[in-house]
């Protein structure tokens, strides 16, 4: 009696054997197809730096850029050489032509002449390229303090973007939110506040 | 719809006359036991097909009444059920309606951010998302609510939603935007008894308004409150009304049904941002693909410090709120 119930015992056990080592023959397999797969993303994220510090290296990134109103480059009707306005990088409050400007960017930090070109005032001072930067490049040169922000802003987590969430956006560049001389952003007025509920007024019922 | 309602209301008082005579002949002819039976049997048989003319007549068209689920319709159902929509939505509004069936577009899974340190709090998401999606203005439907929280509380219940000053961001609050967050493990899609509401493929949470048969089960098991009931006809006007819709998003809705925000499904499904994303002055409100991980919301997630609302509530929300600094 007793052998008779030993015998599928046996078997039952090489069964489940079989079946533990199936299991496990899959449970690896299906890891290593993981840790292939994570290999592969990790290889298209190296890939993707590398375009990155491609696209650093040659100042690009793809912003469609749109025309600046004209009467802000002609500075060079002023400012150039054969005007002789003298180059003073001395701070002072009374800005004579530039009444309207107020300047309020960084506190004493910033003063024109840490963003505007001394020697050609139609461009912004140059990155350590040496190219100098026209007005519509401007992000270029306020990455240079901001690295953070600006490196947020490439990938979309800073600033506004309109247009496709997988295809063509129209990005907002800094100047376009941040007014470049005093860039805090500026209160608002609120749109009005939603309705309250209908709510009975008191009776004076008993209950 | 006030035509129909009209027609309503003519069947009503015509058999609530018929009836009426009844009653006064009823003393005349001295009834015995049996006939008053009978006459019973005639108002009620009267009263029945009063009913069924209401339903036929009155209430919906014949096609309305037995529309079908919109994912178990076939393509024809779908292209008829559009057609009647288009031709109902002219003949209310005057304008020429698109309503779109768009279908999920592969290896997408929608994510939603909001820069919680950026938002001013300034409501130009509400009313833009107001006028996008043909919300009712009166009475008032806001998909999205700005909290107020003093700064250092998170108590939802000391949050207000009625704050009003001059200008914003006021010195001492944070604001914080609720709306909709697309669960992926959503309480409104499973306590609905009709299965109107459900998960579409690419994580949206919509409503197929025809099929709603306004319970609001929904409404009470949304922790967000990011549903909302039409308890009468949607007042939109005429000339503010966005004739570019989608069947399980914007298309103007009628009485009695639920409606909440679908991340714009009638843009999204075409590839534009939502409304909300495009109007806020600030850039707090950020919208991409979760399976992309080149996406704005996916390098949001890799980044920055995020956290879900209600999160030990395991609904599992697509929507992120997140600190940028």
């Known amino acids: ?207 | 719809m006030s035509d129909q309602t009209d027609s309503f209301s003519k069947e009503n008082s015509n058999s609530a006359r018929a009836s009426g005579s009844e009653i006064v002949q009823r003393p005349d002819s001295q009834p015995t036991d049996n006939r008053t039976v009978l006459s019973d049997r005639r108002t009620f048989l009267a009263g029945a097909a009063g009913l069924l003319g209401m339903i036929a007549v009155s209430s919906c068209t014949w096609q309305e009444f037995f529309q079908n689920n919109f994912r178990r319709m076939s393509k024809e159902e779908i292209e008829q059920t559009v057609h009647r929509l288009q031709e109902e939505y002219k003949k209310k509004y005057g304008k020429e309606f698109v309503v779109g069936t768009e279908a999920p577009l592969d290896a997408t899974l929608f994510g939603y951010g909001l820069d919680i340190q950026r938002c001013i709090g300034c409501r130009r998401c509400v009313y833009g998302c107001v006028e996008e999606n043909n919300q009712s203005r009166d009475p008032q439907i806001h998909y999205i609510r700005v909290l107020r929280f003093r700064d250092g509380n998170m108590d939802l219940e000391q949050s207000d939603i009625y704050y009003d000053p001059e200008e914003v961001p006021e010195k001492g609050y944070y604001y914080m935007p609720v709306q909709c967050q697309h669960c992926a493990n959503p309480p409104c899609t499973k306590v609905c008894p009709v299965q109107a509401t459900w998960t579409e493929p690419d994580g949206i949470v919509v409503v197929d308004y025809n099929w709603c048969i306004g319970c609001r089960y929904c409404m009470a098991a949304c922790p967000y409150m990011g549903r909302w009931f039409n308890f009468t006809d949607p007042g939109i006007p005429k000339d503010q009304v966005n004739p570019n819709t989608h069947y399980l998003g914007n298309r103007p809705r009628m009485r009695n049904v639920v409606e909440k925000c679908t991340f714009c499904i009638q843009r999204v499904r075409q590839g534009i941002y939502p409304k909300c994303v495009e109007v806020c002055p600030v850039g707090a409100r950020k919208f991409g693909n979760l399976l992309d991980p080149n996406s704005e919301i996916s390098k949001i997630i890799k980044t920055k410090r995020v956290f879900r609302l209600k999160e030990e509530l395991n609904t599992q929300p697509k929507f992120y709120y997140f600190f940028s600094i």
Not at chain 1, 155 to 174: D, Q
Not at chain 1, 181 to 199: L, N, Q
Request: hydrophobic residues 30%; glycine residues 8%.
């Open chain 1, 1 to 207: 009696m007793k052998g008779k119930i030993v015998i599928p015992k046996v078997a039952l056990l090489f069964f489940a054997l079989g079946l533990t080592g199936l299991v496990l023959g899959l449970g690896t397999g299906s890891i290593r197809a993981q840790s292939q797969d994570m290999g592969a993303a990790l290889e298209a994220d190296t890939l993707d730096e590398t375009q990155a510090s491609k696209l650093e290296s040659e100042r690009e990134f793809p912003v469609p850029l749109t025309p600046l109103p004209k009467t802000i480059t002609p500075c060079r009707a002023c400012h150039g050489p054969e005007k002789d306005f003298p180059v003073n990088f001395k701070r002072r409050e009374d800005l004579l032509v530039h009444k309207n400007l107020k300047l309020n960017h960084g506190g004493v930090r910033v003063w024109c002449l840490d963003c505007h070109n001394p020697d050609d005032r139609n461009y912004l001072l140059p990155l350590s390229d040496g190219k100098p930067i026209d007005f519509e490049h401007s992000y270029l040169l306020c990455g240079k303090c901001h690295g953070t922000k600006f490196r947020d802003w490439r990938s979309g987590i800073h600033g506004r973007r309109t247009g496709k969430w997988n295809g063509e956006k129209t990005y907002y560049r800094c100047v376009t939110c941040h007014d470049p001389h005093s860039p805090k952003f500026k209160p608002i007025e609120p749109m009005p506040p939603p309705r309250r509920p209908w709510t009975p007024k008191e009776t004076k019922a008993r209950h």
